[in-house]
């Protein structure tokens, strides 16, 4: 095993360092998956437009393959995938995992990489048009990432993130941010819960806590820099909710799927530990509390002990997904524990298909399959700029 050899402090920067030996196996075992990738999508749904499991999830993988490489070839494909996504839009969702916003956004980037900046300028545009059902009062809209204002809100970081800060307005994103903190305000009224949890969600009548479809998702866009949520709000409104999040934490150190939800069993970015850690290092970050922290790496050791999943190497409820906890707690610590970590998860995934794992339903995608794997394996040229795709900013 090169366990023992594949981190170690450099001479050259005194920063912990993934020796060159287990690089270069990692950079092999990516160039292999891509190509099956390849093989595979030849045959996937050719409707699936979305970042989850579709098109815009295989231009997003490129992106960061050409982040890492420069490699043109990289931008380009990236470029053939998301033109497919945005010829086939059907208007129904607005998020960027799952609906029309992530082609739109990633389309505006990519074109934006290739210096097209009038197709750049239009898809920020059509981008922009998909606010008015986000915003309008009376719509069903749910608030979670997957479906619902946090997955839209994140179109519009993301598109500032990689375009420079004011390509899309701030009020345009305050607007949004307001309607997300109504909705939460107005829930947990209804529910009599103002004291306890001032901002409540749910999402088919659940109160989810995780980070695709609960409030650990919600709560991590609204504590994003870029939202510019007032200061106040984040004390008043964001901070007591996320407290009590952290009061329902099991004994394991696991949180539950939802508020109601008293078995202690999922351990994955969509539900459980792995997603909730990146809200705490957040609040950690915004708030400078120790507990957040310190609760984020009781976190990782949980994902430590019960993070290689039967459920395949993907990121959304796979072994991937919960090697991203490492990463993010490596790049906030510098400790070369949770880099040591990664890449015991990197080298369990650079035995893909060997341990008897389920095949998920989508198997090349982004969110479910072996694109998410790519994703995650690319990190190791440069875990200090590593992100969780469609979630970290
Ligand atoms: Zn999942």
Redesign the pocket.
């Known amino acids: 095993s090169v366990g023992f050899i594949c981190v170690f402090l450099c001479f050259g920067c005194g920063l912990p360092c993934v020796s060159a030996a287990f690089q270069k196996k990692v950079q092999n075992k990516i160039k292999d998956l891509v190509q099956q990738m390849e093989e595979g999508l030849k045959t996937a749904d050719p409707h699936d437009f979305s970042t989850y499991t579709g098109w815009t999830g295989i231009a997003v993988l490129y992106l960061q393959l050409h982040r890492v490489s420069h490699e043109p070839s990289h931008l380009q494909r990236a470029l053939d995938y998301v033109k497919r996504a945005m010829r086939i839009l059907n208007g129904r969702k607005v998020t960027f995992l799952c609906g029309d916003a992530g082609p739109l956004a990633v389309g505006a980037v990519v074109h934006h990489r290739l210096n097209n900046s009038s197709d750049s300028k239009d898809c920020v545009s059509r981008l922009l048009t998909l606010q008015r059902s986000v915003l309008s009062p009376d719509s069903d809209m749910p608030d979670e990432l997957l479906y619902g204002r946090a997955g839209f809100l994140f179109a519009l970081l993301y598109i500032n993130k990689e375009m420079g800060e004011d390509t899309v307005d701030k009020e345009t994103i305050s607007k949004v941010v307001s309607s997300i903190l109504d909705s939460g305000q107005s829930l947990s009224s209804d529910q009599k819960k103002t004291e306890r949890c001032p901002l409540l969600y749910q999402w088919h009548n659940k109160q989810y806590i ?1 980070a ?1 479809h609960g409030l650990a998702g919600i709560y991590y866009m609204l504590l994003q820099p870029g939202a510019g949520v007032h200061p106040d709000l984040l004390s008043e409104l964001v901070r007591p909710s996320i407290d009590y999040v952290r009061h329902k934490r099991f004994r394991s150190g696991n949180y539950p799927s939802s508020l109601s939800n008293e078995t202690d069993r999922l351990v ?4 459980g530990a792995p997603g909730v850690v990146h809200m705490l290092i957040m609040a950690y970050k915004v708030f400078k509390e120790d507990k957040y922290l310190k609760e984020a790496s009781e976190c990782a050791e949980l994902i430590w002990q019960m993070g290689l999943l039967r ?1 395949g190497y ?1 990121i ?3 072994t991937a ?1 919960n090697g991203y906890a490492f990463l993010s707690l490596y790049k906030v610590t510098q400790d070369k524990k949770y880099l040591y970590r990664t890449c015991k998860f990197a080298e369990w995934c650079l035995d893909y298909g060997t341990h008897g794992c389920r095949i998920p339903d989508r198997p090349y995608s982004l ?2 399959g072996m694109g998410g794997t790519i994703h995650f394996l690319s990190e190791l040229a440069n875990p200090d700029a590593s992100c969780f795709p469609a979630f970290e900013l």
């Open positions: 995780g695709a994955h970015w969509c539900h459920k993907g959304c409820h796979g997904g969110f479910e």
